[in-house]
Every structure is written in structure tokens, then in C-alpha cells.
């Protein structure tokens, strides 16, 4: 059975907009754990959007459960990283303009900084995994350099608009995981999934997690909401009460 790691971004994300306290990722992971989170999924960038160092500090004091840690792979994210000691990093390619992470890692390109980034995680006992497209030779390339595992980018598996390219899609991530599981990697998966998509991927019993964040919070917004009132309801009228 495929894990679930929830990524908290987008809770901090809202809670940024406002530049105060509420609402605070720290506290939600309890709720995600109580649901069966399997692991807390993070993404610390470089320019701080959502995430902050307070918060991963904070979730590593209380988590009953994993904390894998996404970052770009420079010199600060790993010195963080080592300091963090979370038990996985992703290492993410990341833009300063882009909403959310547009694709894959280049390890072909960037093999030599990532192949030094990985050295010194191993060094302080965390595991690696890299993030990329459903491509051969960059699964190759991760597993050359010492990747622990990978998580496939399913952005364009996400985004395919019918049957023929939906189905061209699982069969390049379906290559991809049987390569990956002949070189002894870990398979995770993610980006863009969501409650309708999600099924054709977890029927592939490779794939050791799945992290999912943006579809999760924006459905708790309408399942948790009724809640949410009633509470704020019984605040505002407490005159009432009287």
C-alpha cells in the first residue's frame, strides 16, 4: 500500500498574505496525522513565500511521522537542511517567478553540484531523493550520483486533456518505475494530483508515497468550513448566553 505525504505550503502560503500568525501550518499537522498522514511535506524556498525556518524547527519538535524536507540544491538549503535533520530531502529545481514547481531537476546538467549536495546529506545520516520528469537518462543520472530515491514530477500526467495522452503519460512513468526499481531506487510521486486523478497512479504498487498538497487543502476548505463557522458562530453570539 502507497504511503501519503501532505504538503502543509499552501496553509503557510495563506497565512503569509496577511503577514501574521493564523493560520499556522504547525498546528495543522496534527489534523493531516490524524487523517493518516503518513509523512509532512515542506518546501522551504529560497525567497521564504510560505515556509519559514520557525516552522520546520517547530514541526521536527512535534511530528509523529517523517518530515521531508524540499529544496533547491545550494550551499544555504543544505547547511539548513543538515541543521533541520529532517529524514528526507528533495531536491527541487526552483525559479523566483514561478507559482509552483514547473518540472524536473536537470541532473545531467547540474550532476556535479548535486552529486556534492548528496555526499555531504549522507554524511549527516538524511536520505535524498531528486525530483524529476519521467525520462530515462535522468533517472540514470540520479541513481549515477547516489540518490536514495526519486520522486516523479506527474505534472504532465495531471494536466493530460484525454485518454491517448493520459495513457502516454503512465507509460512513460510506468518505464520509468520499472527502471528505477531494477537500480534499487525509491519511487515516490507527485505534483498536480488530485482526488480524480489519483486513481490510475495508485493502482502501480511501485510507487512507495505519493506527495499531494494543493488538492488537499483547497478540499478542506469546503469539509472542514462547516466547523469553522459553527465555532465563529458561537463566538459572535456569546451575548447570548448572558
Same mark, same amino acid.
Given at each position: 500500500? !502507497?504511503?501519503?505525504?501532505?504538503?502543509?505550503?499552501?496553509?503557510?502560503?495563506? /497565512?503569509? +498574505? *496577511?503577514?501574521?500568525?493564523?493560520?499556522?501550518?504547525?498546528?495543522?499537522?496534527? %489534523?493531516?496525522? &490524524?487523517?493518516?498522514?503518513?509523512?509532512?511535506?515542506?518546501?522551504? *524556498?529560497?525567497? *521564504?513565500?510560505?515556509?519559514?525556518?520557525?516552522?520546520? /524547527?517547530?514541526?521536527?519538535?512535534?511530528?509523529?511521522?517523517?518530515?521531508? @524536507?524540499?529544496? +533547491? +540544491?545550494?550551499?544555504?538549503?543544505?547547511?539548513?537542511?543538515?541543521?533541520?535533520?529532517? #529524514?528526507?530531502?528533495? %531536491?527541487?529545481?526552483?525559479?523566483?517567478?514561478?507559482?509552483?514547481?514547473?518540472?524536473?531537476?536537470?541532473?545531467?546538467?547540474?550532476?556535479?553540484?548535486?552529486?556534492?549536495?548528496?555526499?555531504?546529506?549522507?554524511?549527516?545520516?538524511?536520505?535524498?531523493?531528486? %525530483?524529476?520528469?519521467?525520462? $530515462?537518462? #535522468?533517472?540514470? $543520472?540520479?541513481?549515477?550520483?547516489?540518490?536514495?530515491? =526519486?520522486?516523479?514530477?506527474?505534472?504532465? %500526467?495531471?494536466?493530460?486533456?484525454? @485518454?491517448?495522452?493520459?495513457? !502516454?503519460?503512465?507509460?512513460?512513468?510506468? #518505464?520509468?518505475?520499472? $527502471?528505477?526499481?531494477?537500480?534499487? @531506487?525509491?519511487?515516490?510521486?507527485?505534483?498536480?494530483?488530485?482526488?480524480?486523478?489519483? &486513481?490510475?497512479?495508485?493502482?502501480?504498487?511501485?510507487?512507495?508515497?505519493?506527495?499531494?498538497?494543493?488538492?488537499?487543502?483547497?478540499?478542506? =476548505?469546503?469539509?472542514?468550513?462547516?466547523?469553522?463557522?459553527?465555532?465563529?458562530?458561537?463566538?459572535?453570539? /456569546?451575548?447570548?448566553?448572558?
Amino acid at each position: 500500500m !502507497a504511503k501519503l505525504g501532505v504538503n502543509i505550503d499552501h496553509i503557510a502560503t495563506l /497565512r503569509q +498574505a *496577511r503577514g501574521g500568525n493564523e493560520p499556522d501550518p504547525v498546528k495543522a499537522v496534527a %489534523f493531516a496525522e &490524524l487523517g493518516g498522514a503518513d509523512s509532512i511535506v515542506v518546501h522551504l *524556498r529560497e525567497d *521564504r513565500r510560505h515556509i519559514q525556518e520557525r516552522d520546520i /524547527r517547530l514541526l521536527k519538535e512535534i511530528l509523529q511521522v517523517p518530515l521531508d @524536507l524540499e529544496a +533547491a +540544491a545550494t550551499d544555504e538549503m543544505v547547511k539548513l537542511a543538515i541543521s533541520f535533520k529532517p #529524514q528526507l530531502v528533495t %531536491f527541487v529545481p526552483e525559479k523566483r517567478k514561478e507559482l509552483t514547481t514547473e518540472g524536473g531537476l536537470d541532473v545531467l546538467l547540474g550532476k556535479d553540484s548535486l552529486k556534492n549536495s548528496i555526499d555531504l546529506l549522507h554524511d549527516s545520516n538524511i536520505k535524498v531523493a531528486l %525530483f524529476i520528469a519521467p525520462d $530515462m537518462e #535522468q533517472l540514470k $543520472m540520479a541513481h549515477k550520483i547516489n540518490a536514495d530515491s =526519486i520522486e516523479i514530477h506527474t505534472g504532465q %500526467f495531471a494536466n493530460a486533456e484525454n @485518454l491517448s495522452e493520459i495513457d !502516454a503519460e503512465l507509460k512513460k512513468i510506468s #518505464q520509468i518505475i520499472n $527502471m528505477a526499481t531494477k537500480l534499487g @531506487l525509491g519511487i515516490n510521486a507527485g505534483h498536480g494530483l488530485n482526488y480524480r486523478n489519483i &486513481l490510475p497512479l495508485a493502482q502501480i504498487p511501485a510507487i512507495n508515497e505519493f506527495n499531494i498538497g494543493h488538492s488537499i487543502i483547497s478540499r478542506a =476548505i469546503y469539509v472542514g468550513l462547516r466547523e469553522a463557522v459553527h465555532e465563529m458562530k458561537k463566538l459572535v453570539s /456569546r451575548h447570548d448566553q448572558n
